[in-house]
């Protein structure tokens, strides 16, 4: 939960901006076009990329932080960026133009039409694409590998730099022992898994459904 969280505050702001700038801001030019081509390579990358990403970049940052939810979540929240922002622009897209003329035909400024009327009414899309970003997040395992998350942890982290684990791998650790006994935990954990992500998926159907407006 501690990753995941992580996760979300740096995934979340980050990806709506990134679609906010693109859409409204964002001059058309090869430098624009650039970014685009690139946010569409970055949902495509292996997982292990994102896991050299953290090993190169984070963990070499903060050292002694590894098998630390920080790590972990600034490692995963690379991820689900690449959705979010894709999600988020077409949002935005499907927001009328009419939306924009009417707000800036009573008096609101630039900033104020984004903030205040497309941002709101495009909010649902990017939520949605939020938790299937989360959702893809939150059962990888090779990007966790490479920056250490797989140490046994005999007491639950008090805070996002105590040293952790995350169910996946808690998963990838338990099918590897010889023991039986670990065969129930296995499948008792691999079912807490799938509940999650089932959970996710409906939630993000669900406010497909509540809040989309139909123009």
């Not at 003329?101 to 909010?123: E, N, R, T, Y």
């Not at 059962?139 to 996946?168: K, N």
Request: net charge neutral.
């Amino acid at each position: 939960m501690l990753t995941m969280l992580v996760t979300l505050v740096l995934a979340f702001p980050i990806g709506v901006l990134s679609a906010l700038y693109l859409e409204e801001y964002a001059p058309r030019g090869r430098w624009t076009d650039i970014i685009e081509v690139s946010i569409s390579n970055l949902a495509a990358v292996p997982s292990i990329i994102f896991g050299l990403l953290g090993l190169a970049i984070f963990l070499a940052a903060f050292p002694n932080l590894r098998s630390a939810p920080l790590i972990g979540g600034m490692t995963l929240a690379v991820m689900p960026m690449p959705v979010i922002g894709i999600s988020g622009r077409n949002a935005i897209k499907a927001v009328p133009p009419s939306i924009r003329d009417g707000a800036l035909a009573i008096g609101a400024s630039p900033v104020q039409v984004v903030f205040h009327h497309v941002l709101p009414l495009a909010l649902p899309g990017m939520l949605t694409g939020t938790i299937i970003g989360m959702a893809r997040a939150l059962g990888e395992t090779a990007p966790l590998l490479m920056i250490g998350m797989r140490a046994f942890v005999s007491t639950p982290p008090s805070g996002i730099t105590d040293p952790a684990t995350v169910l996946p791998m808690q998963i990838f650790l338990w099918s590897d022992e010889v023991d039986r006994a670990f065969v129930q935990n296995t499948s008792a954990a691999i079912l807490v898994l799938l509940a999650f992500l089932l959970t996710m998926n409906g939630f993000a159907i669900y406010l497909r459904n509540k809040f989309e407006t139909r123009w």
